[in-house]
């Protein structure tokens, strides 16, 4: 299977933390935000912005004289003993800040052996999870999580995944033409978020954007209930624009 990789702004925000993060872990005694320039070639307001976002998630720390070092949640990630649990503890508490930002349940999910599988996700008694009243591995067509992944694989990818799975109608707004769906797919900019509104279950609307680290198809998602579809593209641009952390936690 190949990708269908376009970058998008959460991976480049990814990437360019990743560059200060590999700076910072060459000075065990501290770098100041002067020397980060100059090895990273990151204008000032850039790296301003990233070196707020990496002490947030607790992958640097500054010191007394205002250098920089690697920070705590770096250690535990970058430790072979017990990081599965070290990065999933980690992208629960961004999820469940995330969940708290958007005002949303948030949702990661990956492209696995050829299927839809939500990894992990963040609600609450007042943001609820969707109700999976249908296998989301079976439901790729109509979910904004499945359309997100799907338009991440190439036509062949796409074309393998709707052979193996029917397109079955889930609500009166679900597709079920594989042509249109294919034709939508391969439309759909890879920075504007996808929708489902009220295609996979009536009363819900949800969007997507990608967060691809490698290899490895992945999706960050969002649930609303229909009553406040009025905030769902607001909700997913701010989604969008706080993608990189989540993103730059898998690539860790």
């Known amino acids: 299977m190949a990708l269908k990789h376009e970058p998008t702004a959460p991976y480049h925000s990814a990437q360019d933390a990743l560059r200060v993060l590999e700076t910072v872990a060459r000075h065990s005694t501290g770098v100041t935000d002067t020397e980060i320039t100059r090895h990273t070639g990151l204008g000032t307001e850039r790296l301003t912005t990233l070196l707020r976002m990496l002490r947030r998630?607790?992958?640097v720390e500054q010191v007394t004289d205002g250098a920089y070092v690697t920070g705590a949640a770096l250690a535990r990630l970058g430790s072979a003993h017990g990081r599965d649990r070290a990065l999933h503890?980690?992208?629960q508490h961004t999820l469940d800040r995330l969940r708290d930002s958007v005002g949303a349940a948030v949702y990661i999910s990956r492209y696995v052996d050829g299927e839809v599988r939500v990894t992990q996700y963040a609600d609450s008694p007042a943001t609820p999870a969707v109700h999976e009243w249908v296998d989301f591995r079976c439901s790729a067509h109509a979910t904004a999580v499945g359309k997100s992944l799907l338009g991440q694989l190439d036509?062949?990818?796409?074309?393998?995944?709707?052979?193996?799975h029917k397109m079955a109608r889930l609500t009166s707004r679900t597709i079920t033409s594989d042509k249109l769906l294919l034709s939508r797919l391969e439309s759909q900019p890879p920075t504007v978020p996808?929708?489902?509104?009220?295609?996979?279950?009536?009363?819900t609307v949800c969007a997507a954007v990608p967060i691809t680290a490698g290899a490895t198809v992945g999706c960050l998602a969002l649930s609303l209930p229909v009553e406040h579809a009025h905030r769902l593209r607001q909700a997913a641009d701010t989604l969008n624009r706080n993608a990189a952390p989540v993103l730059l936690s898998l690539a860790i």
């Open 57 to 59: 998630e607790g992958y």
């Open 194 to 203: 996808v929708l489902d509104l009220q295609e996979y279950a009536v009363g």
């Open 155 to 164: 036509h062949n990818g796409r074309r393998d995944h709707l052979a193996r």
């Open 89 to 91: 503890d980690h992208l």
